[in-house]
């Protein structure tokens, strides 16, 4: 990165994605993508084009636009038939699951995928007349894996690139997905095909290849997300002198703090973790009335029904937990589904003794990065993190578990509960180096510059 930007010069990066951030709504509940790109992009022209989250009659063929300084943001109301068949049909309830290697979760129906289908198609149509000749068209996520043939078909001949958040799992995996075949040789339209992880990467290349597409697979790389971990810190300095904190802290009464932050989706593993906590309480009595865990657990997707089942049994571990152990001035497991502010979030963070990230498999996970960046550098707590999330390999000072083994968190919070400061500076210290130096905007940079040809 050389620091400087040439403003006007830069082509006009295009960003796709399903989702489009509302241009009023800095952020209380901003999910990773739009965490991850706000400011990365901040000095270039740039188009954002998705869904406004509006659904109506039918389709919008033409985008609504909105203008903020160099960013426009350009979304379309989905039909009601075309937002069940693609979003919480085919994207959430089939792709979802089949990603993250849970092919017993995913349904199939065949209209579903056609109006996955139909929706990339209606997006292309409403995006081409908007591009200019030297535009470069960034891809987002799961939704979008035709968007670039559909592109193409539309006589699109602008650099196309594809970036993947989630994993991708073995080919003998996704290719149990009926029509799985037409979306690996989708991806063969994007000039750049960015996963999160090698093993992402690995996985996605030998499905080109089994598809007949082994010139794509020469165009996918691994580009690991990252945060704004400098501001990320900043904002927990501050949080940390807020009342909102300090009350927070006078509750814990000088207990340990275990903090979760989680979507709440089936593959975040939390009956598994909450499970592991239990554990803990029951083998480790020293931590009876000593820790306190919060989980925070905004609902997401609470229109498909295996959140919905989810929640109910999450209800029961909480129950289950808080009737066996409380003691009438202890509640071992708090837990919220409302979603908290993020200078809020961050201060509880930096309060945590331990941050509890244990998805079944996650494309990277932030919340990892984010508990790094918030602790304080003279005191920093330990992080037990599972070895499925994409961002295990950087986190190297992490106590890694399998998170399918909920003695293995148990111990594992023992451990962290127990351990001595300078083990906790030793593991922490090359994190939040490493955490600083591959953030947003090194990880947005380092794709455009692959998109402009020059990576
Ligand atoms: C996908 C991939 C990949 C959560 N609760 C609240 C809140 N959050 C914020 C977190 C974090 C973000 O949402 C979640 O990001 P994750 O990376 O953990 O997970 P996904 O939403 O599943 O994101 C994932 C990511 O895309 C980026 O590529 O890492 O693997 O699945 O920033 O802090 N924020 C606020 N209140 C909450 O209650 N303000």
New binding site residues.
Partial sequence: MTGQHKGPDLNRLIIVANRVPNPRER???????A??LREAIAHRQALWFGWSGQTAEATAAAPAETRQGRLTYATLDLGEEDYRRYYRGFANATLWPTLHYRLGLAQFSREDYIGYRKVNAAFAAALAPLLRPSDLVWAH?FHLFPLGSELRRQGCRQRLGFFL???FPPYGLFSALPRSGELITDLAAYDVIGV?TEDDAANLRAALIAENQPEAATRVAAYP?G?NAEGFTALAERAILGQETARFRQSLVGRALVIG???L?Y??GLPQRFCGYGQLLARFRQHLSRVTYLQ???V?RGDVAEYRSLRKELDEWVGRINGQQAEPDWVPLRYMT?????P??AGFMRLARVGLVT?LR???????K?YVAAQDPEDPGALVLSRF???APQLPGALLVNPLDPDEIAEALDQALTMPREERLARWRPMAEEGRASGARAWCLSFIAALEGGG
């Fill in positions: 952020g209380a509940t901003a999910g990773g993508l965490v991850a996520d958040h989630v994993p999160q997300i945060i932050v989680d979507r989706d593959t975040k925070v657990a905004p997401s409302r979603a908290v502010s993020r809020t979030l998805p996650d494309g990277m996970n932030l919340v990892a984010e999330a994409g961002a």
